[in-house]
């Protein structure tokens, strides 16, 4: 089999450009990468760009989705050329199961109190819901291991998620077919550890656990990230 591509898969409140020092891991090891833009505007509808990402890659692919990018894996992840999928500080949701139902199960995590909601207009008229998490909250809740002056740029740089990704239900669980790999943060006050480690043992995922990790911990250990998708693309290659 020739060597799979990485297909990475921020989440909420992100862009591509917090894979940076993941991709340059992977790029040094000689692994092809692709940080693929994830619009936050619905499940289905991000699921179905991710997939069509993957589908015009030549040869196989390594999917790996950070948070919400989890569950847009789960379902983009059945794509016909995915051998794999990476869960980084992830929801990893099960087929019919929504965020908000996944994270019901468990106490409500730091983010749960800190998101400020905004409009935006939709197609036909009326508009939409969609939330960002409050700068001042922001260091504490998402990236409580990054330096200073980065987190309050990243602050200010977030993505807005549509609120109705929490309610929407995936229509697949790819992980029940691909094997998969999880990497917990041990202080995610965004998700929160306990979220991750049950939707990891879920999947039968191979996990690690990072103690002392926020839940940007590709920006703030991306050696480890990079070590764990190095991991699942030697064992599918």
Not at 24 to 46: F, K, Y
Not at 117 to 138: D, K, L, R
Request: charged fraction near 15%; include cysteine.
């Amino acid at each position: 089999m020739p060597k799979p591509t990485v297909v990475l898969v921020h989440g909420a409140f992100a862009d591509a450009a917090s894979w940076f020092a993941v991709v340059a891991e992977l790029q040094s090891h000689g692994i092809p990468v692709v940080a693929a833009p994830n619009p936050l505007r619905g499940l289905a509808a991000d699921a179905a760009h991710i997939a069509s990402v993957a589908a015009q890659i030549r040869g196989p692919v390594v999917m790996v989705g950070h948070s919400y990018g989890g569950a847009v894996i789960t379902v983009a992840g059945t794509a016909a050329n995915v051998v794999a999928l990476v869960y980084v500080a992830a929801y990893v949701l099960e087929e019919g199961e929504s965020l908000g139902e996944l994270q019901g199960r468990f106490p409500p995590a730091g983010l749960a109190g800190d998101l400020m909601e905004w409009t935006y207009p939709v197609p036909g008229g009326g508009e939409a819901v969609e939330v960002t998490i409050a700068e001042e909250a922001f260091p504490s809740v998402f990236a409580a291991d990054v330096t200073g002056t980065v987190v309050k740029v990243l602050g200010s740089c977030q993505r807005p998620l549509a609120a109705a990704a929490f309610d929407e239900k995936a229509t697949a669980a790819a992980w029940r077919t691909r094997p998969s790999w999880a990497l917990v943060a041990g202080a995610d006050r965004a998700i929160g550890p306990d979220v991750e480690r049950f939707g990891a043992a879920r999947a039968g995922a191979t996990v690690v656990e990072l103690d002392g990790a926020s839940h940007a911990v590709p920006l703030s250990q991306p050696t480890e990230v990079a070590r764990l998708i190095r991991d699942a693309v030697h064992a599918v290659s």
